[in-house]
Structure formats: structure tokens, C-alpha cells
């Protein structure tokens, strides 16, 4: 934003010249972030609106900044349909106790492809009854396609192991000494009577078995 500059500015443009100064650092932050980052306001009438949104929102989205502030219902078509009821309960949820929000969706864009999205916000309420959150998303589909091959890797460690005699795992001793098993394979409850997933929450019981 361009604004003319007096040579002898007064007090009122001071305050504009800091005002511009903010917002250039914001879009600068804006860009320079995997995500975007937004205030979400939820009307005392139920309805839901955008005032301000900067990032990545059409690589999010695959709708603009402007349109999702022009419309909510921008960013709300991207939701995959059976994201948006809990979508809109966690915002209701969110609102009735002015709790932080903090959850993960997908998001269908237009070329047909599914990303996960991870939105976290912090809300306040204002006079006139409105809910205000200051927020930001970001990309985590990279994340979730690495949870969904280590889901499938287990179920293959599993099948194989079903044939054999005894128990396959993964053991990890970290620097600190720590150790800790991320697999451990059925077979586990036919030799100690535990479940593989016992032994990946508390590695213990392996360590003093």
C-alpha cells in the first residue's frame, strides 16, 4: 500500500506510516510460511465470514484469499464432504468455550487431488457478540501419506509374521538411552501375553521382560 508522505508527518501519519509498516511484515510473514494464515469470525446470527486471509490459500484451497474472503463458502466447497459437519461443530464447539481450535481436514482441490490441512487458531469474543479467530493452516499431506505407508508397512510386517515362530520388532535406543519399539509384531501375545500395541506405548515391558 502506497500512501503520500508529508515532510514534516504529524502524529495521525505516524500512525498510518506504522499501520503500513505492519501489514508489509505481515504479507512478508504470509508468504514465507507453508500456509496461510487468517481471522475467522463466527456472527452472532450463526453465519461465518473471512476478514482477513494471506498465504498460500490457493495452493491450500485452490480458491484466492480474496474469494475466500469474499465468500466463506470458498474455503467451505474445498472441505471434503465428510469433513464439513465436524468442521463446523469443532467452530461451535470452539466458540461455546472459547477454546483453542486445532484440527486436521481434508481438503478436495480442484484437479481432483485429497490434501490434509492442519488449522490451529486461538479465539476471543467481542462486544457485539461475535467470535474472532486469529489463525493459521498449514500443509501437512506429506505427514499424513507417511502415517498411511507406516499403516500399511505394519500390516505387511503383520501378515508375514502371522507364519512364524516367534516375534518381529523394531527396537530403537536413542542417544539419551531411551529405548523404544515403533513394531512389534503380533507373536508378542502368544510368548508374553501382551499386545504388540503394549509394548509400543510402554517399551518397558519388553526391556524387563
Given at each position: 500500500m502506497t500512501r503520500r508522505r508529508d515532510a514534516n508527518p504529524t502524529g495521525a501519519d505516524r500512525t498510518i506510516t506504522a499501520t503500513d509498516d505492519s501489514a508489509r511484515r505481515l504479507a512478508d510473514l504470509a508468504r514465507?510460511?507453508?500456509?496461510?494464515?487468517?481471522?475467522?469470525?463466527?456472527?452472532?446470527?450463526?453465519?461465518?465470514?473471512?476478514?482477513?486471509?494471506?498465504?498460500?490459500?490457493?495452493?491450500?484451497?485452490?480458491?484466492?484469499a480474496d474469494a475466500v474472503v469474499a465468500d466463506a463458502g470458498a474455503f467451505i466447497d474445498a472441505l471434503h464432504p465428510e469433513d464439513r459437519e465436524a468442521w463446523r461443530v469443532a467452530i461451535r464447539e470452539s466458540a461455546q468455550r472459547l477454546a483453542?481450535?486445532?484440527?486436521?481436514?481434508?481438503?478436495?482441490?480442484?484437479?481432483?487431488?485429497?490434501?490434509?490441512?492442519?488449522s490451529i487458531a486461538t479465539p476471543h469474543g467481542e462486544p457485539d457478540g461475535s467470535i474472532v479467530w486469529d489463525?493459521?493452516?498449514?500443509?501437512?499431506?506429506?505427514?499424513?501419506?507417511?502415517?498411511?505407508?507406516?499403516?500399511?508397512?505394519?500390516?505387511?510386517?503383520?501378515?508375514?509374521?502371522?507364519?512364524?515362530?516367534?516375534?518381529?520388532?523394531?527396537?530403537?535406543?536413542?542417544?539419551?538411552?531411551?529405548?523404544?519399539?515403533?513394531?512389534?509384531?503380533?507373536?508378542l501375545t502368544t510368548l508374553l501375553g501382551w499386545s504388540g500395541d503394549d509394548a509400543e506405548v510402554d517399551s518397558r515391558l519388553l526391556v524387563e521382560a
Open positions: 514465507n510460511i507453508p500456509g496461510d494464515i487468517y481471522r475467522r469470525i463466527f456472527h452472532p446470527d450463526g453465519t461465518i465470514s473471512y476478514s482477513d486471509v494471506a498465504g498460500k490459500t490457493e495452493y491450500l484451497y485452490g480458491a484466492s483453542p481450535f486445532d484440527m486436521e481436514l481434508r481438503i478436495l482441490r480442484p484437479d481432483g487431488s485429497t490434501h490434509w490441512v492442519r489463525g493459521l493452516t498449514f500443509d501437512i499431506t506429506a505427514q499424513k501419506e507417511a502415517e498411511q505407508a507406516l499403516v500399511k508397512e505394519r500390516e505387511r510386517l503383520n501378515a508375514v509374521s502371522r507364519n512364524l515362530p516367534g516375534t518381529i520388532f523394531t527396537r530403537i535406543r536413542h542417544p539419551d538411552g531411551r529405548v523404544e519399539y515403533p513394531f512389534v509384531s503380533a507373536g
